[in-house]
T-cell receptor, first 113, second 112 residues
Framework: EAGVTQFPSHSVIEKGQTVTLRCDPI?????LYWYRRVMGKEIKFLLH????????ESGMPNNRFLAERTGGTYSTLKVQPAELEDSGVYFC???????????FGSGTRLTVV | LAKTTQPISMDSYEGQEVNITCSHN???????ITWYQQFPSQGPRFIIQ???TKVTNEVASLFIPADRKSSTLSLPRVSLSDTAVYYC?????????????FGGGTRVLVKP
């Protein structure tokens, strides 16, 4: 079984640019989550999809962040325009049953310079 | 969401048993206790989950006392590859439990 795949693994962009992160969950997993860890801080929840619907987006920091999951398969997280404080590692996770045993991807390390 | 407290770091040696205790005094009736392991440059990996008493799988054991205000993750006979950060999380394991709250984790260093 393929795991959760995230692309790219690393991204370096300039402040003000746009970056789009992609997550491919495990096939058949309806639940997809985005988390992130900014430098020196704890891993924080961003949002949760159930299929193509946003179940909980309470962790999204501001309106510069836009997450989509068209068709309920892969998801994208767009940051536009990126700011320096957006630097960190963005993790995606998927699960079959909500709250049980998430499978995380390896993350995308975003550096905004 | 219940707050968890765990040691910042622990050192051990190969072949020893490592026990990491997590405090969660405000755990709710519906909350499950879940432990994740994270290696550098990787995402957290699910290790074990329990509600009460003892749970054991091929990787670890989880001990939960009757009051459920703490839990202990036990890693038997650790090897160098068990060096990682271990997170204790508490939350609703049912249909409403969709948001994981990570603390600082415990950094375990296994020495030769």
């Amino acid at each position: 079984e393929a795991g959760v795949t995230q692309f790219p693994s690393h991204s370096v962009i300039e402040k003000g640019q746009t970056v789009t992160l992609r997550c491919d969950p495990i096939s058949g997993h309806d639940n997809l989550y985005w988390y992130r860890r900014v430098m020196g801080k704890e891993i924080k929840f961003l949002l949760h999809f159930v299929k193509e619907s946003k179940q909980d987006e309470s962790g999204m920091p501001n309106n510069r962040f836009l997450a989509e999951r068209t068709g309920g398969t892969y998801s994208t997280l767009k940051v536009q325009p990126a700011e320096l404080e957006d630097s960190g590692v963005y993790f995606c996770a998927s699960s079959q049953d909500r709250g049980r045993g998430y499978t995380f991807g390896s993350g995308t390390r975003l550096t905004v310079v | 969401l219940a707050k968890t407290t765990q040691p910042i770091s622990m050192d051990s040696y190969e072949g020893q048993e490592v026990n990491i205790t997590c405090s969660h005094n405000n755990i709710a009736t519906n909350d499950y206790i879940t432990w994740y392991q994270q290696f550098p440059s990787q995402g957290p990996r699910f290790i074990i989950q329990g509600y009460k008493t003892k749970v054991t799988n091929e990787v670890a054991s989880l001990f939960i006392p009757a009051d459920r205000k703490s839990s202990t993750l036990s890693l038997p006979r650790v090897s160098l590859s068990d060096t990682a950060v271990y997170y204790c999380l508490v939350g609703d394991g049912g249909a409403a439990g969709n948001k994981l709250t990570f603390g600082g984790g415990t950094r375990v260093l296994v020495k030769p």
